[in-house]
């Protein structure tokens, strides 16, 4: 071989050579040096073998209530656990001074491949922005969920609340069509003996299709016609993209996020789907949005009173009248809505099944609830009223405490979100309200702080912060409506305006910015459906976690998201 051939061959061995040490080195320092000086290695916490990690114990809620409760006896409200391995330590606390400060700072950001995945979905919305921008972006979306704009909204939230309760009508005067005939029968149980009519309604699916229809008509004026018949191509291609979003990334998706070439030279299945659905989004929402441009134009040009307040046109109409150096572009605007859709339809659905899930459990307190709706019952079908009666309505159902603690109840215990996480930007000291005691006995007194390095992720335990029995009282995983009307101490402190130290929305710069919006949907939902209907449970309803928690049949995980449920008509 020549000598030219041979001095190839060795640079092309030394190019190779590098990236190895390189990925060596990092591998090495990431496994066995960094920990050493990792101050979370000082605290308690449970152990675990050199690639185990601790996921499942907190993030599956058939187990994760048990886990959190006896972590917390074990090591203390604050502690540390595995993420990818023995040497990935990250944070996890019930202390609300620690939650509070790491929410509030801007020092902890979502990590990047939190954002990475929820940006290949749904485009650079609320859930993926950072900063200044994010900060930006709330002012400029603020306007479509004030008060007053969530008022403007309560005639659709009946009309759909209404075109709900006739389609189960209809489902129960055809008892063939109705969800029992699709289920299969379940292999479990049911939690009660049956005791009313053989229909049965997946109230996770029909809720589904509610929300998602309100959101079509509040977001945008848009008209999915969902709760009649899923057949509408815009509503489809989001349905599908959510589906993704529920299945979670895979290893692919991981690997992915480290190597996005991957998904260009070889696209999967759900690659296609994703890229086909975000192609009719996008021209959809591109009309649109010209659309209600130019009609918000004209109508300045003009001097007219602007009269649509659908979420998109609020949000173009504040992105005009912004500097121009801080508005949000075409796409941008569309993620806002598309985030909006996600957040805003599946998460209240989510919220109004678990309430009917756990009203169909306690009769008595169904009761009680239909009971304080009575007076409500006699009104006229606000759908075909006049909008000042449907907000007149509206802040008639507002002003109902029982229901009002039931829909609370609902939201502590079955939050949408089960948890999230954060991750150090920089170095930090984290205020504690409650002793540590660290693996070598030291004791970190309340008052002092912990250290926390740059890069090190926090789990944000959503679940384990509204089960606290420190802070909600030793029932804290039963369902008792009536604690809010005598909360504990711990419990008054407000975390977020008008919702006290429950969770389920957070609190923060990053508190969703719609739990004004999806309250009042909620509380509309249930006021117009218990009067009309009885409910029993018909099997035996677990949880699963994927983005939001959802229910399943219990043995029957197989077929997905279901909350099928007996219904009955009420003597009116």
């Known amino acids: 071989m020549s000598t030219l051939a041979l001095g190839f061959l060795k640079a092309c061995s030394i190019i190779l050579l590098i990236p190895v040490a390189q990925g060596l080195v990092w591998l090495i320092n990431m496994m066995i040096v960094a920990p050493i000086f990792d101050p979370l290695?000082?605290?308690?916490?449970?152990?675990?073998?050199l690639l185990q990690n601790h996921f499942r114990e907190l993030m599956d809620p058939s187990i994760s209530p048990d886990t959190h409760e006896n972590w917390v006896k074990s090591f203390g409200k604050t502690f540390r656990f595995h993420g990818f391995g023995k040497h990935d330590f990250r944070l996890l606390s019930v202390d609300l001074c620690v939650m509070s400060h790491i929410l509030n700072s801007p020092i902890y950001e979502k990590p990047w491949q939190t954002r990475t995945l929820l940006s290949n979905l749904f485009g650079r919305g609320t859930f993926t922005m950072e900063g200044t921008e994010h900060k930006t972006l709330r002012k400029l979306i603020a306007p479509a969920f004030s008060s007053q704009s969530i008022k403007?909204?309560?005639?659709?939230?009946?009309?759909?609340a209404e075109e709900l309760r006739d389609k189960w009508e209809s489902l129960m005067s055809s008892p063939s069509s109705a969800d029992n005939a699709k289920l299969p029968p379940p292999s479990a149980p049911p939690c009660s003996p049956p005791s009313l009519t053989d229909v049965v309604i997946d109230v996770a699916h029909w809720f589904s299709r509610a929300t998602f229809d309100v959101m079509g008509l509040t977001g945008f004026d848009y008209h999915f016609h969902a709760i009649q018949c899923e057949s509408e191509e815009v509503y489809l291609a989001y349905r599908n993209m959510f589906k993704l979003a529920d299945k979670g990334p895979g290893l692919r998706g991981l690997v992915q996020l480290y190597f996005p070439i991957i998904e260009k030279i070889f696209p999967n299945k759900a690659t296609c789907i994703t890229n086909e659905s975000r192609r009719i989004i996008d021209e959809a929402g591109q009309r649109l949005i010209?659309?209600?441009?130019?009609?918000?134009?004209?109508?300045?040009?003009?001097?007219?009173?602007?009269t649509e307040k659908d979420i998109l046109s609020l949000l173009i109409k504040s992105n005009l009248s912004s500097d121009v150096l801080t508005r949000l572009s075409d796409a941008d605007i569309l993620a806002q809505i598309s985030t909006f859709l996600f957040a805003g339809s599946d998460s209240t659905a989510l919220a109004m099944s678990w309430c009917i899930h756990l009203l169909s459990l306690h009769p008595d307190v169904q009761g009680r609830l239909r009971n304080e709706l009575g007076s409500l019952s006699s009104c006229a079908?606000?759908?075909?009223?006049?909008?000042?009666?449907?907000?007149?309505?509206?802040e008639a159902i507002e002003g109902l405490p029982f229901l009002d603690a039931v829909?609370?109840?609902?939201?502590?215990?079955?939050?949408?979100?089960h948890g999230t996480m954060r991750v150090a930007t920089r170095d930090d000291n984290i205020p504690i309200s409650s002793p540590i005691v660290l693996r070598n006995g030291?004791?970190?007194?309340?008052?002092?702080?912990i250290p926390l390095r740059k890069?090190?992720?926090?789990h944000i335990p959503i679940e384990a912060l509204?089960?606290?029995?420190?802070?909600?009282g030793e029932d804290a995983r039963i369902f008792n409506p009536d604690r809010w009307f005598s909360l504990p101490h711990t419990a008054r402190a407000p975390s977020h305006p008008g919702i006290r130290n429950l969770m389920t929305f957070s609190f923060g710069p990053h508190a969703c910015p719609g739990w004004k919006f999806s309250i009042l949907e909620t509380k509309i939902f249930i006021a117009t459906l218990i009067p009309h209907f009885l409910f029993e449970p018909a099997a035996d309803i677990q949880k699963f976690n994927a983005i939001l928690t959802r229910p399943y049949v219990y043995d029957q995980f197989e077929f997905g998201t279901r909350l099928p449920v007996k219904i009955g008509r009420v003597d009116l």
């Not at 403007?152 to 759909?160: E, L, N, S």
């Not at 030291?442 to 702080?449: F, M, R, Y």
């Open 407 to 417: 829909v609370r109840e609902t939201l502590r215990l079955c939050p949408p979100v």
């Open 152 to 160: 403007a909204m309560t005639p659709i939230f009946f009309q759909k």
């Open 381 to 394: 079908s606000t759908s075909s009223s006049t909008v000042h009666s449907a907000q007149s309505h509206a």
């Open 290 to 306: 010209h659309s209600k441009k130019s009609a918000i134009l004209a109508e300045k040009a003009s001097a007219m009173e602007i």
């Open 41 to 49: 290695k000082k605290m308690q916490g449970p152990d675990g073998s």
């Open 466 to 472: 509204n089960f606290s029995t420190d802070i909600w």
């Open 455 to 458: 890069g090190s992720y926090v």
């Open 442 to 449: 030291t004791i970190i007194q309340a008052g002092e702080s």
